[in-house]
């Protein structure tokens, strides 16, 4: 995610470093690279400059401290800066009755997906949400939403087959919610390739009936500054109050993400990370500053997992390690523990400094083919690994479908997991293993 930004700011930032003390001059050549690292990254121009401009006024004038070289010093203003174009602080969801939110966005954002996403995340929250799909203008979007809507044990209102007004539809779905006793309603709107005079006045007339609290705008990053124009044309035909950004994962550039905020004046409320209907984030604009910048995001990584740890389970694991008990069910457990979290690439993402070690590659497959080898073993198998001769491995091996190598390369390497785990000073190597290696002396992967 926005690794182009990342390398662009480093490469400039690294330059200051050999300077003793802050100058115009070597602040203004780190500001010009930083400007054109921006412009490539896809960032609004008047963004770009005001930013660049920003920093520099401000580090010009400022005292370095004789801790601090200058480097970190204008690092240090830089991210005060970005913190405060991306919004500042965490922007909170207005649920207040009467609990109403207009998803609205093009076709290809991801609005349906979205929808299901906020959904599951106010069931998580505790609160009642309900699912409105007034979009009739998509083959299957109807059928879409039920079904995502059924998958996290969400209500959804269906309209009338063969039904095309969506304003209809929106009326008769406020019925709907009252019948269902109340709840948050959140509407998923249609949406088209382009914006359009006929999409916004459908828009506007369902704002008018629905009067939501909140008309949230689904935006996808990877198309850069086309989101950013989609965007200011929503916020001022239907009057958006929160961004949602989507498919941030797979954004190199970072460039619609930085410009949002300054360009349309809307706040990003929450973050799409990956496909999965669980991650859906909170957007935090200094939490991203930080990762902008290869600083990680510790504290995300951790409510992440505080959200799917199980206490009693951790208490186990951490007996079973201690007493090396520990076997191929525990090992399966953390596997699933891990795909809780996320890609591999995403958590490594939030660790401080990792950004900079391009040279560590995260293989998916490798996790799936070892995930398939340890289902492949029987129960005893999995708790007793020694007992593991040539003709269990290849049974292993065939009913994993990958080959007899990979199953003794994994065997050999839990061996070495579970010394690993009697030796603190080792424990280095397991990192190394579990990204799948790398230079620096770093053994390859542990079927990661």
């Known amino acids: 995610m926005l690794s182009l930004l990342q390398e662009k700011l480093e490469s400039a930032f690294k330059k200051l470093r050999g300077h003793g003390k802050i100058s115009e001059a070597n602040v203004s050549d780190a500001m010009r690279e930083i400007r054109m690292g921006l412009l490539e990254a896809d960032v609004d121009f008047k963004v770009a400059k005001d930013l660049c401009e920003a920093v520099r006024t401000k580090a010009v004038g400022e005292e370095v401290l004789r801790t601090v070289s200058p480097a970190q010093q204008i690092v240090k203003i830089f991210h005060d800066e970005l913190t405060a174009l991306l919004g500042g602080g965490a922007a909170e969801l207005d649920i207040a009755p009467p609990q109403r939110i207009l998803i609205a966005g093009l076709n290809g954002a991801g609005k349906t997906t979205t929808s299901a996403k906020l959904a599951a995340f106010l069931k998580k929250q505790g609160k009642r949400p309900l699912l409105i799909a007034c979009d009739v203008f998509r083959p299957a979007a109807v059928k879409q939403l039920v079904i995502l809507g059924e998958s996290i044990g969400v209500p959804v209102y269906q309209p009338a087959e063969g039904e095309k007004d969506a304003v209809k539809v929106a009326r008769r779905a406020l019925d709907w919610v009252k019948e269902q006793g109340g709840g948050i309603a959140i509407f998923d709107t249609a949406g088209r390739q382009e914006v359009d005079d006929e999409l916004l006045k459908e828009l506007v007339t369902m704002k008018d009936v629905i009067e939501p609290r909140e008309v949230l705008l689904v935006a996808d990053a990877a198309t850069g500054q086309q989101a950013v124009s989609v965007a200011k044309t929503f916020s001022e035909a239907?009057?958006?109050?929160?961004?949602?950004?989507?498919?941030?994962?797979?954004?190199?550039?970072?460039?619609?993400?930085?410009?949002?905020?300054?360009?349309?004046?809307?706040?990003?409320?929450?973050?799409?990370?990956?496909?999965?209907?669980?991650?859906?984030?909170?957007?935090?604009?200094?939490?991203?500053?930080?990762?902008?910048?290869?600083?990680?995001?510790?504290?995300?990584?951790?409510?992440?997992?505080?959200?799917?740890?199980?206490?009693?389970?951790?208490?186990?694991?951490?007996?079973?390690?201690?007493?090396?008990?520990?076997?191929?069910?525990?090992?399966?457990?953390?596997?699933?523990?891990?795909?809780?979290?996320?890609?591999?690439?995403?958590?490594?993402?939030?660790?401080?400094?990792?950004?900079?070690?391009?040279?560590?590659?995260?293989?998916?497959?490798?996790?799936?083919?070892?995930?398939?080898?340890?289902?492949?073993?029987?129960?005893?198998?999995?708790?007793?690994?020694?007992?593991?001769?040539?003709?269990?491995?290849?049974?292993?091996?065939?009913?994993?479908?990958?080959?007899?190598?990979?199953?003794?390369?994994?065997?050999?390497?839990?061996?070495?997991?579970?010394?690993?785990?009697?030796?603190?000073?080792?424990?280095?190597?397991?990192?190394?293993?579990?990204?799948?290696?790398?230079?620096?002396?770093?053994?390859?992967?542990?079927?990661?």
């Open 238 to 448: 239907i009057g958006v109050t929160g961004l949602i950004m989507t498919k941030l994962d797979g954004d190199a550039r970072g460039g619609a993400l930085l410009s949002m905020k300054q360009v349309t004046g809307c706040p990003i409320k929450f973050s799409g990370m990956g496909e999965k209907l669980d991650q859906l984030e909170i957007f935090h604009p200094e939490r991203m500053a930080d990762r902008i910048l290869g600083m990680g995001d510790v504290v995300s990584l951790v409510e992440k997992a505080a959200e799917q740890i199980d206490e009693e389970d951790a208490m186990r694991m951490a007996k079973r390690m201690q007493s090396s008990k520990f076997d191929f069910n525990d090992f399966l457990s953390q596997m699933k523990f891990m795909k809780k979290l996320g890609s591999l690439e995403s958590i490594l993402g939030m660790l401080p400094g990792m950004g900079k070690f391009k040279d560590i590659k995260v293989d998916e497959n490798r996790m799936k083919h070892t995930e398939a080898i340890v289902l492949s073993m029987t129960a005893r198998e999995r708790a007793r690994p020694e007992i593991m001769n040539g003709s269990r491995r290849k049974r292993i091996a065939n009913g994993a479908g990958r080959p007899v190598m990979e199953v003794n390369q994994l065997l050999k390497q839990f061996a070495m997991m579970q010394k690993m785990m009697k030796n603190k000073g080792m424990m280095r190597g397991l990192m190394g293993q579990m990204t799948g290696g790398g230079k620096g002396g770093m053994p390859k992967g542990f079927g990661f």
